[in-house]
């Protein structure tokens, strides 16, 4: 049925026929039904193998891709509009008639079948623009065969398609010269305008060019090509397509004499976009073209100095910290750099994580109510499972504020909240993250993975740093403008623990701000965090402020590490001249405060635990609403002496009306000992009364289960949960609280029945009891989880 109604649009357009000539209309309409039958016809006609395009978001170009017939061809969604020039242009020269006839035009195939008899070979195809689509969609020798089959290929496009589509698809397929097809491709290449900007004289010099590309082009035979377009303008001016006026000025214009290349900017971006969204031609990226422009241009001053210390590749990403966009996408120092491996995409590639990834860990340690930023964390000589952390600095503080230890990056309290949150949740937040490196399971990485023991990339790192300046919100960055996210952004820190260690993250001293403080004391915030790995193999620098998220990488691809290779010294500088030159709103100076997230807890002011009944004095500090439950300050004890106020007393060797009362800051005694070493004078802490004989703290609190250096065995249940252990332990006067802490962190309380079910990690585990009166007991078990 639709074939029929096709060949009766095909009977219209033979309309023009003179009727007394009909039988012979008849006998075509006679070869077109066979034709109709017989003849291969692809749909589309053309195959879908274009260039793939990188637009930035404002449609600038960025790269255009060769297709797989290494041809330079703008997808059709590009060439939509032609301009009226250009089609007037081609008509003229290459089908006159194209609205009048079929498909063929018999009389100038008559006219070429004598003119190629004369020659004795073929000069001349008489073709029309729709014979031309026949033959360019799959092009075969000039043979007399061919050309019929084309014929009836040409009767068959005809009856499938309007004329205005048979016209574009010519257009936008024909040849122009070497391997550019198609006229948005011609014009950009010879012209470097769009097309729709062209002038009679471009239009004219264009449309004269798909007839014998090979031979004619702006680069070859050009006074071949200027004689052609001339004789083009004259047909135009007398047919009155163009005025006189227009032609005077088209017939003086100069003639394309070069090739403009693409423009290539952001390639390795080009090749990212392309392989991850191979199935599409066109590609409205999120990238930011000046932004783009001006940080290679900062990454390309910088590697110039770089590479006179022996440093030789740098990346650096930029994206929205609201909308998760890529903005800049710098994936080396110099894509065409062979010496050092310039085309590797160094955004993507997997380097160690040096001490990026703290910030993260002591996020999660405000949720889990382990620490907020003043809380005081223990610095002492420390191995757990076998690994001893140092700091770079190979001292220790004793101990020192969480914000403190985040700011100097200190390894030990690092390791140590690590232990504490426990290796497998924060693997899991990683995880949870997007993080694309972690190949190994939880165990393999164990607590080196906070040192550098894990590898990252750039592009993971953005991310992750997004999510803590985006509320806690963590999703996928974003490389297509306006794209759906079809994933939902995970919610994995609360907004009051991004927020306060954002706090944390802008107070580090800035690359050279030691010395000109004043001159930057009005410069914009940025919540930032330095890395080095080991070996110094990569130098990091990542910031986040509420409108960008930058990270920086400097090192080798080739793995080899550099004495002059610091996060601070080498990549801090970069991220500061990419964020300093990037434009801001005023409004988006710095954070807001997620008040509604937040609550005031009241504080210990020496240890930052919660206030407990013998703290000294108190601080309200803010909290995340929703943080886990903190532990009581139990480095405040009381202590019961006597009357001189040298010796502690117990019940069992007290006078009645003989006792007061004290209390007193007591850190564990190998916080003391580094104390000391680092000269701090600290106050004597009385001895027991000496006149009671045989007095032992076990003697008032002691374990029942589990006994001390005891090994324990848990079964891993469903989901990879493990059981908790119900420990017990007796006290002397039941009624006491007693409160139970695991790893430094607080587990719960009990009263009377002293049993408690408690969660251990794989490996030495700390179990301490303090009871009221600040009496102290501590073992360390060790807990084998069974898979
Ligand atoms: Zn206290
Ligand atoms: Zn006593």
Redesign the pocket.
């Known amino acids: 049925m639709t074939i029929l109604i096709n060949l009766l649009s095909l009977l219209k357009k033979l309309s023009f026929l003179p009727l007394k000539r009909y039988v012979i209309g008849f006998g075509i309409l006679l070869l077109l039904w066979v034709g109709y039958v017989a003849i291969p016809l692809n749909d589309p006609i053309f195959d879908r193998d274009y260039s793939h395009v990188i637009l930035d978001k404002n449609n600038d170009l960025l790269r255009v891709y060769l297709n797989q017939k290494e041809q330079r061809i703008f997808p059709p969604e590009i060439q939509h509009q032609i301009p009226q020039r250009l089609i007037d242009s081609i008509l003229m020269f290459e089908d006159r008639y194209f609205f009048n006839h079929p498909g063929v035009n018999p009389v100038s195939i008559w006219n070429a079948w004598r003119r190629n008899l004369t020659e004795g070979r073929i000069v001349s195809g008489g073709s029309t623009i729709t014979m031309q689509v026949a033959r360019l969609s799959h092009p075969k020798s000039r043979t007399y065969l061919n050309k019929l089959l084309e014929l009836f290929q040409s009767f068959k496009i005809e009856s499938l398609y309007t004329k205005d589509e048979i016209l574009s698809l010519y257009i936008t397929h024909a040849p122009f010269g070497g391997n550019i097809q198609g006229f948005y491709a011609a014009s950009l290449l010879y012209f470097s305008k769009p097309p729709l900007d062209l002038t009679w004289g471009e239009a004219a010099t264009l449309a004269v060019l798909p007839n014998a590309p090979r031979q004619v082009s702006p680069i070859r035979n050009r006074d071949i090509l200027i004689k052609k377009r001339n004789f083009l303008l004259n047909k135009l001016r007398d047919t009155s397509v163009m005025t006189q006026d227009e032609y005077e000025a088209a017939i003086k214009e100069p003639v394309a004499s070069k090739v403009t290349p693409f423009p290539f900017f952001a390639p390795h971006f080009s090749d990212f976009v392309r392989k991850k969204y191979s199935s599409d031609f066109v590609h409205y990226t999120s990238l930011d073209k000046p932004i783009q422009m001006s940080v290679n241009a900062i990454v390309k001053r910088a590697s110039r100095s770089l590479a006179t210390k022996g440093i030789h590749n740098l990346s650096v990403l930029v994206a929205d910290t609201q909308s998760g966009d890529v903005l800049a996408y710098v994936g080396s120092q110099d894509y065409f750099d062979r010496h050092h491996s310039g085309a590797v995409d160094g955004v993507q590639a997997w380097r160690s994580s040096g001490s990026t990834l703290k910030p993260f860990l002591y996020a999660l340690a405000i949720d889990e109510g382990i620490a907020l930023p003043d809380t005081k964390l223990l610095d002492i000589p420390t191995t757990i499972n076998g690994f001893t952390p140092a700091n770079a600095s190979q001292s220790f503080y004793g101990v020192v504020s969480m914000k403190q230890a985040l700011i100097e990056s200190l390894n030990v309290p690092a390791t140590r909240v690590l232990n504490t949150i426990g290796v497998d949740r924060f693997y899991l937040f990683l995880k949870s993250a997007g993080a694309t490196t972690l190949f190994r399971d939880a165990e393999a990485y164990g607590l080196p993975l906070i040192l550098g023991g894990s590898e990252t990339t750039i592009w993971d790192l953005t991310s992750f740093y997004r999510g803590l300046g985006n509320n806690g919100l963590f999703s996928s960055l974003s490389v297509i403008k306006n794209k759906e996210d079809d994933t939902l952004p995970k919610q994995l820190l609360s907004p009051g623990a991004s927020y306060l260690t954002l706090n944390i993250l802008k107070e580090l001293v800035r690359p050279g701000t030691e010395y000109f403080w004043d001159i930057y004391s009005n410069q914009w915030p940025l919540a930032w965090k330095t890395g080095t790995s080991y070996g110094q193999r990569d130098a990091w620098a990542v910031g986040v402020s509420p409108q960008y998220t930058i990270a920086v990488w400097v090192g080798n691809f080739s793995g080899a590490g550099n004495s002059n290779l610091s996060g601070a010294r080498s990549a801090g500088p970069i991220l500061f001249d990419v964020f300093n030159y990037l434009p801001k709103f005023l409004y988006k100076r710095w954070f807001s405060e997620p008040d509604s997230h937040m609550k005031l807890l009241s504080t210990c002011s020496d240890t930052g635990l919660l206030a407990g009944a013998y703290c000294h004095q108190k601080e309200s500090r803010w909290a995340p609403l929703s943080m886990n439950a903190m532990a009581v300050c139990f480095y405040h004890q009381r202590l019961h002496l006597d009357q001189s106020g040298t010796h502690q007393?117990?019940s069992?060797?007290w006078t009645f009306g003989d006792v007061k009362t004290d209390s007193r800051l007591i850190y564990p005694p190998q916080v003391r000992k580094v104390l000391a070493e680092n000269g701090a004078i600290l106050p004597q802490i009385p001895g027991?009364?000496p006149a009671?004989k045989g007095?032992h703290f076990d003697s008032v609190m002691s374990w029942i289960y589990p006994k001390a250096n005891s090994k324990i065995w848990i079964p891993r249940g469903v989901k990879g949960t493990y059981q908790r252990v119900a420990c017990k332990l007796a006290h002397i006067s039941p009624q006491s609280i007693v409160f139970w802490y695991v790893n430094d962190r607080f587990a719960g309380q009990t009263q009377t029945y002293h049993e408690l079910p408690l969660f251990f990690q794989q490996g030495l585990n700390e179990l301490v009891a303090i009871d009221e009166e600040g009496r102290r007991i501590r073992q360390t078990i060790t807990v084998a989880i069974k898979k």
């Open positions: 007393v117990c069992k060797c027991h009364n009671h007095y």
